[in-house]
């Protein structure tokens, strides 16, 4: 028996969704994690510190009962955001990051931003006040194949906005190819990286090969495998600018299993169990405190949690449900598709 008890973890990056499935969800992320960085892709989205407020409210009112839980908010950045309004959120400490996504990039983002000068004022004001950035890194160009389109946005959205703006403090969310990996390490430390649980564990292959499995499919899309193998690398390399963001994005399995089925993967209720087995796998169980539980914290200039979690491994595989009910309808878990035989104590 091996065991490995860590600060708390958190997670840089998570959906958390509003009513029905809020409520259904949310303890799959307070069983685990100290604290999470709630994304505001509602719909409508959380655009005003009135509606982070409002948002935060809603989670604080579904936490299950005896949970320590702290939702990080954050606002969804237009091309009308007022400064005044995010510079007041970001004071009052309502809000600890802004969400740039790229209109149409991914699930709710049509009132996402098209043109980047529009927003040039308020990138200023949080390279001020040092408020995080926290960026979907996909160009949505038809003419960029959806495999590309992570490596354009570093070399022409995301570059280009580093360089107009300095000091801006900036995450790459949910980085998937070697290309984001390599541009993280060649900058200075206003830059980080999340990773999440599934793009260190399937490729694309996972998505096509023998029938086409929807709970695989998310965005950014699954890459290569080399790239899936760069992202091993970095996570579990202990570096201070990679961190846990688990993407734990929640459909129902009613738009997941459907001729368009909705991008995310639903990894909350596993991911910790996952990560001690691929951290292990790599022979680099020590670096999962840096990854899961401390280099967070760093870049979002908070304390790490003071309160621990254990995880053991026994010779019985472990076992979680395949979905989560919840008033919203059936939410399918993640599968890594191999038996894991790691453990929350
Ligand atoms: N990752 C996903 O595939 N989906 C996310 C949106 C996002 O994080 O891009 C969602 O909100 O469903
Ligand atoms: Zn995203
Ligand atoms: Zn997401």
Known sequence: MTEITLPRPDDWHLHLRDGAMLKGILPESTHHFGRAIVMPNLVPPVVTAED????????????????????LMTLYLT???????????????????????PAGATTNSA????DFDKVRGVLEVMAEIGLPLCVHGEVVSPE???????????????DPIRRATPGLRVVMEHITTKDGVD??????????ATITTHHLIINRNHILVGGIKPHYYCLPV??????????????????ARFFLGTDSAPHIDALKE????????????????????VFEEDGKLANLEAFASRNGPAFYRLPVNSDTLTLIKTGTPAQWP????????PVTVFDPGFPVYWHVK
Not at 52 to 71: E, K, N, S, V
Not at 222 to 239: I, Y
């Open 111 to 114: 009132s996402g931003v098209r």
């Open 79 to 101: 091309e009308t955001t007022d400064p005044a309004d995010l510079r007041a959120a970001a004071e009052s400490g309502l809000v600890s990051a802004v969400k740039l996504y």
């Open 183 to 192: 541009y993280a390490r060649s900058q200075d430390e206003t830059l980080g």
């Open 144 to 158: 960029v194949d959806i495999f590309d389109r992570e490596a354009v946005f570093i070399e022409t959205v995301l």
């Open 322 to 329: 395949a979905k989560i009910e919840t008033g919203a309808g």
């Open 222 to 239: 699954a890459k290569r495998e080399h790239h899936r193998l760069a992202l091993r690398e970095a996570a579990t390399s202990g570096e």
């Open 258 to 277: 459907h001729a368009c089925g909705c991008a995310g993967c639903f990894t909350a209720t596993n991911t910790m169990q996952l990560l001690a087995h």
């Open 52 to 71: 982070a407020a409002a948002y935060r409210a809603r989670i604080m009112a579904a936490l299950p009962a005896g949970a320590r839980f702290t939702p």
